[in-house]
């Protein structure tokens, strides 16, 4: 599934218009300010994934001065499906006329999006390596996100138990069972990952290990007995700190090169290089368990890249044969891509 056309009325700076969009690589171009990040937060929303930073309020992303905002997308593919986000206090989804949840939207048309801080996946900190894992797996099973949403109601019980200095062992049970889940699913993506990234080898500037790391756990090889004897050995530290030490919340990813770890073996440049790599992998296992190719979503795709990881990054997305939007400022052309200028919240 791509998505075809677009129409966003009064959503941030955006004028309202009707777009039509390749099934290729589309390449959102413009000065700072345009609206390119805010087009691509928009598809973010219709898609199911909601706004870009998690905690924004969807009131901030109405048009200043307006009411409400309304997204209307087409997906075509095996079959054509019309989808609507409405924003106001709150957002509400449709597909095809129906009211839907965000797990059913996200499952139409199955959507990878990497902002600039994800792209810091080797350098920045353990939430973006662990939002990859959660987006590839929210989109491979329903189940999934379902766990994860249920860990993390569990997990502030504990933590508001925690703070008030109460016994949290009654919160441990689900926690150990819900958590050595995601433990085991986490690592098992991860390994995915790791074998379709062999097939972007020429984006990698040196070959590399991933490693996931249970956090707070590493007592036991089975992740359940793990969760339960990392718990126990913990108590007394999570009572002195009055906040859970045990479970997905700490997980992260280590990925070394050269025996090194990457965050000091690479460049900058490198690394945005190595992580264009392991986001085609990730689209790659998302592909191979749904048999659709997801819609990548990447903002500013050319930043810290010189021209040769420019174009190689460019010729690999080409090559996905995924529907691609991308922003930039730099106006590039290169062969496969459909430019689209933008200025001022409106198309050129
Ligand atoms: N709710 C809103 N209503 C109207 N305009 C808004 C709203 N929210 C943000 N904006 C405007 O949107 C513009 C930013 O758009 P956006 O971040 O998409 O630009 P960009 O093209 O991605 O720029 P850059 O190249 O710097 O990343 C800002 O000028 C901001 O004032
Ligand atoms: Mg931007």
Known sequence: MYFSGTYFHNFRNLYPERREWSPGFNLITGPNGSGKTNFLEGLNILSGWGPLEKKAKISNLVKWNS??????GMACGEERSEMFASLRARCQLKSGGKAIGAAEMRGHVPVLSFLPGHMSLLKGGASYRRYLL???????????AKILRDYRVVLRQKSAMLR???????????????????WTARDEILKMIYTETENFR???????????????????????????????????????????????QRDDIKFMCGGIEASCALSRGQSRRA?????????????RRLGRKPVLIFD????????????????????TGCQVF???????????????????????
């Not at 959660?134 to 999934?144: H, K, Q, R, W």
């Not at 890249?305 to 010729?315: A, F, Q, Y």
């Not at 400022?329 to 496969?336: C, I, K, L, Y």
């Open 67 to 72: 009411e409400s905002s309304s997204l209307w």
């Open 275 to 287: 992580v264009s790599a392991i986001v085609l992998a990730s689209s790659l296992v998302v592909e």
């Open 202 to 248: 020429n984006l990698l500037p040196a070959p590399m290990d991933f490693f996931f790391v249970r956090g707070g756990g590493g007592l036991d090889e089975k992740a359940s007995d793990d969760f339960r004897k990392s718990l126990a050995g913990a108590r007394d530290k999570e009572i002195a700190s009055r906040m859970p030490l045990v479970g997905p």
């Open 300 to 319: 500013e795709i050319t930043s810290e890249l010189d021209e040769s990881g420019r174009t190689s990054s460019v010729e690999a997305l080409v090559g």
């Open 164 to 182: 008030r200095g109460r016994d949290a062992r009654a919160a441990d049970r689900l926690l150990s069972s819900l958590g050595s889940w995601l």
């Open 326 to 348: 991308a922003t930039t400022t730099d106006p590039m052309a290169s062969d496969g891509v459909e430019i689209h200028k933008m200025r001022d919240g409106r198309f050129l």
């Open 134 to 144: 959660d987006m590839v797996g929210a989109l491979m099973s329903v189940s999934y």
